[in-house]
């Protein structure tokens, strides 16, 4: 029979990601999470901020490797640029003006009649100011001789003015530039209204927004804000700007860059903007957002490209707190998409989409389910998250080790070991045709009819299997958790469930786990199960008392206990109630005893896992073994399960 593959190509467009992790590999990647604490949503958490890679290689970044990337970004800014070069461009472009107008004085010296305003400027420029804001003021009321001169002060002007409006929105900043007296007085009566604004909000008034942007609206650009708090945070946004640039200039030269900024202003404005500085701080603080920035380059950077770079850094200060709460909260809707693109560059933005998939593609899958709010394992998960733990254990056996292998007597009746025997008198007559016709065609030679001896005969070898019922009972004490020891517990008990599932669907296992009290684990609640840390008690009575009248009522043929703890009995029941001692009294030890007795008389078998080698603890276990005639185990947190399903798979069959 041919089979037929048909393979359909397309344009790869950029969305596509071929080699992305499919959702078994997912589901490995949370597999740690959930044998840790069986949560599901913490185990995605877990997943997001580390990230998973495929089987192809290709790997899904998480939310801490954006995290690095983002910091990446920001180190490159601040090893690359000098703050300090703001201040020196002001002052190279001042400079060029003073310069163009001496030539311009120079020119102007040769024509009598601009003798006395030739005069004035030579007297202006001769005790011009040094400081950077007492120059700006003072060739502000200069009446320059050199339209050069004049076109680049008023460039300067337009900057500096610039900046200082950009507090209140970048669209007000850039219609500075040209702006004409009447175009300033407007300006400024926008600054009046908007402090009138602000003091009837710290009023609690409810201020007449609407009719502030019906006026004054055309200041704010195509896309203005649509309400005040809208405003306030634009504004705060843009006043953190400045204060960030002045926080990372020395003291010289913040006093300087804000004299002159203060001095390309004239004075009413200067005021408006004061009281705008003041009621911001009260209503939406600009301080909350401003850092400190340490640069360390020495790449020169002009006022604006400062300002620039300010708002560049604290857009990734904003994203970096909005990536560490959803790193906390696993919650990926809190992170804007467009602003990952923006600032980390198109592969980080299908990094964050591809990990927002992550539940969906589970759920699609089968292996997940979400009620509200609340996420759900579903039984097909369970399973694979038992196979997975069963795979581990085995794999690490390896093939030299005992257990890698079932190594069976042969015998009849029961299960094939896929062996034959030659036939004697009294065996089952499990006929192996093929064995058997070869033998008579190997003794005679081709040709018919075959004629069988009876020596030619071979049967199949057989196992006898008996069914068996065991009890896994899990130490759930707080040490448990605090030692690192449940996750390889739990592990042991789900990769158990997975290979009487799979390899002896006749066997039952009943898991208990116990600490103050004892308590029957359904399958389904295995995963999500967690040590009891707010209880103390490790009570093996009751473990044991569950135990045996669970397997009591079975008709197994072998029953068994298994038992895992890493802590001596340390409470018991009386009258239905624990009854907690550390170290353990000597009633607690002999209530457990009585258990152990009773289990030896219903025949069921205890085998003993230490997690640990506390003195009390080898003591109580040496007479469990001398009592019942099961077998103790020292086994590391690491190996555990190797001990266990090795024991298990020795354990569960009679062999004849």
């Known amino acids: 029979m041919s089979v037929t593959l048909h393979f359909r190509y397309s344009r790869w467009d950029g969305s596509q990601e071929p080699f992305a992790p499919d959702a078994e590999e997912l589901l490995d990647a949370l597999a740690e999470g959930l044998f840790e604490h069986g949560d599901l949503a913490r185990a995605l958490q877990d997943l997001f901020r580390r990230g998973v890679r495929g089987r192809q290689g290709?790997?899904?970044?998480?939310?801490?490797?954006?995290?690095?990337?983002?910091?990446?970004?920001?180190?490159?800014?601040?090893?690359?640029?000098?703050?300090?070069?703001?201040?020196?461009?002001?002052?190279?472009?001042?400079?060029?003006?003073?310069e163009l107008e001496w030539a311009g004085v120079e020119r102007a010296a040769a024509q009598p009649e601009l003798r006395e305003r030739v005069e004035t400027a030579r007297r202006t420029l001769e005790t011009l100011p040094r400081s950077l804001g007492g120059a700006i003021r003072t060739l502000g009321q200069h009446d320059f001789l050199d339209p050069m001169a004049r076109q680049e002060f008023q460039a300067l002007l337009d900057l500096l003015r610039g900046q200082m409006a950009g507090q209140v929105s970048r669209e007000v900043a850039d219609s500075l530039r040209g702006m004409t007296a009447g175009q300033q007085q407007e300006m400024r009566e926008m600054l009046r209204a908007l402090n009138r604004m602000l003091r009837e909000r710290l009023r609690g008034g409810s201020p007449d927004f609407a009719g502030?942007?019906?006026?004054?609206?055309?200041?704010?650009?195509?896309?203005?804000?649509?309400?005040?708090?809208?405003?306030?945070?634009?504004?705060?946004?843009?006043?953190?700007?400045?204060?960030?640039?002045?926080?990372?200039?020395?003291?010289?030269?913040?006093?300087?860059?804000?004299?002159?900024?203060?001095?390309?202003?004239?004075?009413?404005?200067?005021?408006?903007?004061a009281e705008l500085g003041s009621l911001m701080e009260a209503l939406a603080p600009p301080s909350d957002l401003a850092q400190r920035y340490r640069f360390r380059g020495d790449e020169a950077m002009a006022l604006d490209e400062a300002m620039r770079m300010m708002g560049e850094l604290q857009e990734l200060d904003a994203l970096e707190q909005a990536l560490q709460q959803a790193e906390r909260h696993g919650d990926l809707d809190r992170l804007d998409p467009e602003r990952v693109r923006d600032l980390l560059g198109p592969d980080a933005e299908r990094a964050l989409r591809d990990l927002r998939n992550v539940a969906e593609k589970l759920v699609e899958h089968g292996y997940a389910r979400q009620h509200g709010e609340r996420w759900e394992l579903t039984p097909r998960t369970i399973r694979r998250l038992g196979?997975?733990?069963?795979?581990?254990?085995?794999?690490?056996?390896?093939?030299?080790?005992?257990?890698?292998h079932r190594i069976v007597t042969a015998g009849g009746g029961g299960e094939p070991t896929g062996d034959t025997k030659p036939f004697e008198p009294g065996d089952p007559f499990d006929l192996n045709l093929m064995r058997s016709l070869l033998n008579a065609l190997a003794r005679r030679g081709p040709g018919t009819p075959v004629r069988f001896a009876l020596a030619d005969f071979e049967i199949d070898r057989m196992e006898a299997t008996v069914s068996a019922a065991t009890a896994l009972l899990l130490d759930q004490s707080s040490s448990m958790f605090h030692q690192g020891r449940w996750p390889a517990a739990k592990k042991v008990a789900l990769a158990l469930q997975a290979l009487i599932h799979g390899q002896f669907p006749r066997d039952r296992l009943f898991v208990i786990g116990f600490s103050d009290y004892a308590a029957e684990i359904e399958p389904a609640e295995l995963p999500a199960a967690e040590p009891n840390m707010w209880r103390q008690g490790t009570n093996m009575h009751h473990a044991l008392m569950l135990a045996r009248r669970r397997l009591a009522r079975d008709p197994a043929g072998t029953r068994q206990i298994i038992m895992v703890t890493d802590g001596d009995p340390t409470a018991h029941l009386e009258e239905g109630e624990a009854f907690f001692s550390y170290p353990p009294t000597r009633r607690t030890l002999l209530e457990t005893l009585r258990e152990v007795r009773r289990c030896t008389g219903a025949g069921i078998l205890i085998n003993t896992f230490m997690l640990d080698r506390t003195p009390y603890l080898v003591q109580f276990v040496e007479y469990v073994t001398r009592v019942n005639r099961g077998r103790a185990f020292y086994a590391e947190t690491d190996r555990l399960g190797d001990y266990v399903l090795v024991d298990y798979v020795a354990n569960r069959r009679r062999k004849i």
């Open 58 to 98: 290709q790997r899904l970044p998480g939310l801490q490797d954006l995290l690095r990337q983002l910091r990446g970004q920001r180190q490159q800014r601040l090893d690359r640029y000098d703050l300090d070069s703001v201040l020196e461009d002001l002052r190279r472009r001042l400079d060029r003006v003073v």
């Open 212 to 273: 502030f942007m019906q006026r004054f609206g055309h200041f704010f650009g195509p896309n203005p804000p649509q309400s005040l708090d809208e405003l306030l945070e634009r504004m705060q946004q843009q006043m953190a700007r400045m204060q960030s640039l002045m926080a990372g200039l020395s003291p010289e030269q913040r006093e300087s860059l804000m004299q002159a900024l203060t001095d390309a202003l004239d004075p009413e404005t200067i005021r408006e903007m």
């Open 387 to 404: 196979e997975k733990a069963l795979a581990e254990v085995f794999g690490r056996l390896g093939r030299g080790r005992l257990g890698g």
